[in-house]
């Protein structure tokens, strides 16, 4: 099941803070995150582990709430560069389940940054 | 070190044609998963492959079909197009399941 990212979009001024919530209906082992330029391809950020290992970018930040089954990615100080659309994609099976591990994404939230 | 190509950029069909794309992962990464983007829907996950092996596979008919080589570049497969298939296709290479994804810039399928 997809899980679903609010909100679906966000229009911010430079050096705002934004919060992107993905939230899922099955317990969750993993979560990724993903920023897609127009015209582009999605661009890995963040993997967040049940257990609370985090691996990933050093200008942004995520939660993993495994009991909630939800993640949020943190962007603080926005610049233009953060403009695009974020994707969460999650992981229902543990990262060493494999033929099992499939990851599901949300549809995504459009993030527009202006000057 | 060269990232994930995939090929061709773009494709234009009819229906009832079929079509084959085809996508080179990073050296090394043995995962090669592909998904279906359209807009509104986010990325749809259709197959992934791993050591020749299909691993895993979304809610897609049969006509999605696919397939990896022994030096881990994967070709997709969609026969009897149908409209509703117009789509970005993106391919994404990883070490193994469950690492990053490193993303083509995919495959821009249209059926007239």
């Known amino acids: 099941q997809q899980p679903v990212q609010s909100p679906q979009a966000v229009i911010l001024r430079e050096g705002e803070d934004a919060v992107i919530n993905c939230s899922s209906s099955k317990a969750l082992y993993s979560v990724h995150w993903y920023r897609q330029k127009h015209g582009e391809a999605p661009v890995f950020l963040m993997i967040?582990?049940?257990?609370?290992e985090q691996k990933g970018h050093e200008k942004i930040s995520a939660s993993f709430n495994e009991k909630k089954q939800q993640s949020s990615l943190y962007l603080t100080a926005s610049q233009l560069s953060y403009s695009g659309t974020y994707f969460c994609?999650?992981?229902?099976?543990?990262?060493?389940?494999?033929?099992?591990?499939?990851?599901?994404f949300g549809k995504g939230t459009l993030l527009t940054v202006n000057p | 070190k060269a990232g994930v190509t995939q090929t061709p950029r773009y494709l234009i069909k009819t229906r009832g044609q079929q079509v084959t794309l085809s996508c080179s992962p990073i050296?090394?990464?043995?995962?090669v998963s592909w998904y279906q983007q359209t807009p509104g829907q986010g990325l749809q996950f259709l197959f992934e492959?791993?050591?020749?092996?299909?691993?895993n596979k979304g809610n897609f008919p049969g006509r999605f079909s696919g397939r990896q080589f022994s030096n881990s570049r994967s070709e997709m497969n969609v026969s009897t197009l149908e409209l509703g298939d117009s789509a970005l296709y993106l391919c994404?290479?990883?070490?193994?399941?469950?690492?990053?994804?490193?993303f083509g810039s995919g495959t821009q399928l249209s059926v007239l």
């Open positions: 050296s090394g990464h043995r995962s």
């Open positions: 967040l582990l049940k257990g609370g």
């Open positions: 994609g999650t992981g229902a099976t543990p990262v060493s389940g494999g033929s099992n591990y499939k990851l599901t």
């Open positions: 994404a290479s990883s070490l193994v399941s469950g690492e990053k994804l490193f």
């Open positions: 492959y791993f050591s020749e092996t299909q691993r």
